[in-house]
């Protein structure tokens, strides 16, 4: 197992490129599974998640390659396997995704329940009543969903919250449903919108994305298409953390600042100079970080996603910053050790209150998760001595060649291969 250590203290310099969303791509490469034809997608990061998925599709007898650095290409002619095995889903969620697919392509799908995960308990009864309401049979059985339809039927669907990877699989069976489908109280994230560009490229008629009401009626067929994955607004937001919390100044390329609006208000407040470039955003930090509130809500609010992040920032803010978690009720772990590492926190139920300026210092750490991995990254950054990230495999899920990008812009932070 790797570790990366990183030693602190030195303000990051230079320019960086964000790469392709790893949110997006997951759906819109599982979305290939809808078609016999070619699918060709670009901007794919080379991550762990991203070979998980290709694991998943081949498995399901697809035939997914890399065809260059950042394309894949996926052609499920045939379908020979209707069963996401719970060694796939148990290590990646978003697998759950080719139950939609799956179900609308082949009228039979049996998906392993993704179980407890460490951010909290996560269940799936959105995506199960949906497909539900779509008018397929679904028993659970021994930890798998077991779905059937002959044939599925569009249908109103109303989300009790806007979860985004329901939306994402009732927007992936619905589009082959007969009929029309309306899916209400729909997230508005991002990857949802580049969903449903993609899906739209493959002859799917869908409107309303990016609003609380989803539109789709259901086509016979869904062709071949190519599409290129936009910018991932989280690893934009990290590094734009990283520029902060090191005193740096960073020109982040192919930042989606208009996909970033809550994150760049939130730095803002808390004295971080932002300036948009051309095709990016510069990031600089000179005077001392305020306090703020925050507050995690689905899209357009603040991204829970980037709230692990925030807090380690917010360990170097002079004052009393509040930070309240509503999306997930057990994300506070990377408190735990940002507080051995000397961050002043007192957590209770889903507020987190953060006094500072914190003199961190490097510790070994450990993080249960990926947003959990960059917090502890970040705050390594701003820590005295060297702090040694376990358990990276989590890191790799989720963010291309981070060290590599941190290491560009001066940061002290080595790769250690473990045996
Ligand atoms: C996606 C993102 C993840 C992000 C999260 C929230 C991917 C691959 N992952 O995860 O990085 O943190 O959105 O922005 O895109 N819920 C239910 N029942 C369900 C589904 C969800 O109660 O059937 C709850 C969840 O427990 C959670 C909330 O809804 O409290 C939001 O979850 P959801 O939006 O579904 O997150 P994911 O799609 O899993």
């Known amino acids: 197992m790797d570790k990366m250590i990183i030693r602190g203290g030195k303000p990051l310099r230079g320019s960086v490129s964000v790469s392709g969303s790893k949110n997006t791509a997951l759906p819109i490469l599982i979305a290939a599974l809808l078609t016999d034809e070619p699918v060709r997608v670009r901007n794919v990061p080379r991550l762990r998640d991203v070979t998980t998925t290709l694991a998943l599709l081949n498995e399901l007898g697809a035939r997914a390659r890399w065809t ?8 499920a002619q045939r379908i020979t396997s209707h069963v996401a095995p719970y060694e796939l889903v148990k290590t990646m969620r978003a697998s759950f995704l080719v139950l939609g697919p799956l179900l609308a392509r082949e009228g039979i799908a049996r998906v392993s329940t993704p179980g407890g995960c460490a951010i909290g308990t996560r269940p799936v009864n959105l995506h199960i009543s949906g497909i539900r309401a779509l008018g397929a049979k679904i028993q659970l059985r021994n930890g798998y969903v077991e779905a059937h339809a002959r044939t599925l039927k569009g249908a109103r669907i109303w989300l009790d919250n806007p979860s985004v990877g329901a939306t994402e699989n009732l927007m992936m069976a619905a589009v082959r449903a007969s009929g029309h489908t309306q899916i209400e109280n729909a997230a508005r994230e991002p990857e949802i919108v580049d969903l449903a560009a993609m899906l739209g490229a493959m002859g799917a008629q869908i409107s309303g994305a990016g609003t609380h009401v989803i539109e789709i009626d259901g086509v016979e067929r869904l062709h071949g298409a190519e599409h290129e994955v936009i910018p991932d607004r989280i690893e934009a937001g990290s590094l734009m953390v990283a520029a ?6 960073v020109t982040i390329g192919n930042a989606p600042l208009n996909h970033l609006e809550a994150v760049t208000a939130k730095l803002a407040e808390a004295g971080v100079e932002i300036t948009p470039t051309n095709g990016g955003v510069r990031v600089r930090r000179e005077g001392n970080l305020k306090p703020i509130e925050l507050r995690t809500l689905p899209y357009p609010g603040f991204p829970t996603d980037l709230q692990a992040q925030m807090m380690a920032l917010l360990t170097q803010a002079s004052g009393t910053s509040v930070i309240t978690e509503t999306i997930f009720e057990n994300r506070f772990m990377h408190a735990l050790e940002l507080i051995r590492m000397g961050a002043d926190i007192l ?6 209150v953060v006094r500072g300026p914190a003199k961190l210092e490097g510790a070994p750490v450990m993080a249960t998760d990926l947003r959990a991995s960059m917090s502890l990254i970040l705050a390594g950054l701003a820590a005295e001595h060297a702090t040694e990230l376990g358990r990276v495999y989590h890191l790799d899920r989720g963010y291309e060649a981070l060290d590599v990008k941190l290491a560009a812009l001066g940061a002290q932070i080595e790769r250690v291969k473990e045996a």
């Open 68 to 75: 260059s650095d950042h394309e894949v290409e996926i052609r």
């Open 244 to 249: 902060a919390i090191t005193g740096g100044d």
């Open 347 to 352: 957590m209770k139920g889903p507020t987190a």
